[in-house]
Structure formats: structure tokens, C-alpha cells
């Protein structure tokens, strides 16, 4: 039987007090989805940094899970940092973004190839319809730390995203994050 419990979520930190799992992803993990191989590789070789880390709370005899992503700030070439992308393997599947501190934007993009953008800043909470792909950027200069929450068995299609990409990326155009067409979407 599940008894109810409370959770803490620090806003800045990102921890998940208690949590159940934990996963950290460095930039070597993030090969393929910057377009300047040369600057990725020259970060790499400096010194791998932490990309992201995902905190999680879940429990198996339970529907729902939720938890926080920790995202660094950094850049690649005029690309910043982002997570890989993914589509829910439940077609069903929805999910929801509470951004806790930094700054940035959610990336997503319909099966059908349209392609939305939500801002990611304390307060903001993101609805993401069932198949849309969604690859969250952190365009501040801080750590951006947001709230995740969706169905346990959702799953996770990170293949699509992979092999194609996303038609669009966003940049850093003067100082400001700008959205542009990806020259490499398959």
C-alpha cells in the first residue's frame, strides 16, 4: 500500500528530497545534436562538463512521477546548451514543465512538423500536448531548474529526434536567443 508523502523541491538547487533515482549527462552524451562538431569536440576535450542532470521521485505501484532537470549554462559554437529531445512512447502521454529559476526555452514540435516555442521562467508552467517532441535550452547565464511531472509508463523516444533532428534550433543571434531553421533537419 502507498502512503502519502511529502516532497521537497528546492527551486535553485533542483533537489529532490527524497528521491529515488538520479542521472547526470555530460556533453560527451549530447555528440551529433550540435551543428559546430569542432567547438563540441573542443569542449569535450577541455573537460567534459555536465550538460544536465534529471532528479527523479517515483514510485512503481504508482501512475504519475515527477521530479527536476538541472540544466548548465554553456554554449556550443552559437548553440546553447539543451537536452537531447524526446517524443513519449505512449502516444497518450502529455507532460508538464514548472520552471523554478534561470532561463530559457521549451523547443517543440508536432508529429506534423509544427514547430512551437515556450518561454521557461520562475512561475511559468509548460504544457506539452501528447505527440510533441520537446527539447528544453537553457538560454541564461545561470543553472535553469525545472519541475517535470508525467505518467510513469510514458517512455521515452529519443531515436526520432536523434536520426532527424528538429527543424528548428535556437541560437544566439547579438546576445539573444533566436529561432532559426535547422540547415541539417532530415
Known sequence: MLF??????????GEVTPSTGRYTKKLSE?????????????????????????????KEECDIAFGTTIM???KIGDEYFMTRGHFHERKDCGEGYYTQSGQGLLLLESRDGEVRTVEMKPGVCAFIPPEWAHRSINTGDEKLVFVWFCATDAGHDYGTIRERGMRKLVVDKGG??????NPDFA
Not at 502519502?4 to 538547487?13: K, Q, R
Not at 569542449?43 to 550538460?51: E, L, M, Q
Open 4 to 13: 502519502p508523502e511529502g516532497v521537497a523541491i528546492d527551486g535553485l538547487s
Open 30 to 58: 549530447l555528440g551529433g545534436l550540435f551543428r559546430d562538431t569542432a567547438a563540441f569536440d573542443k569542449a569535450v576535450a577541455a573537460g567534459d562538463p555536465v550538460a544536465y542532470e534529471v532528479v527523479d521521485y517515483r
Open 72 to 74: 548548465m549554462p554553456g
Open 176 to 181: 539573444k536567443p533566436t529561432l532559426v531553421d
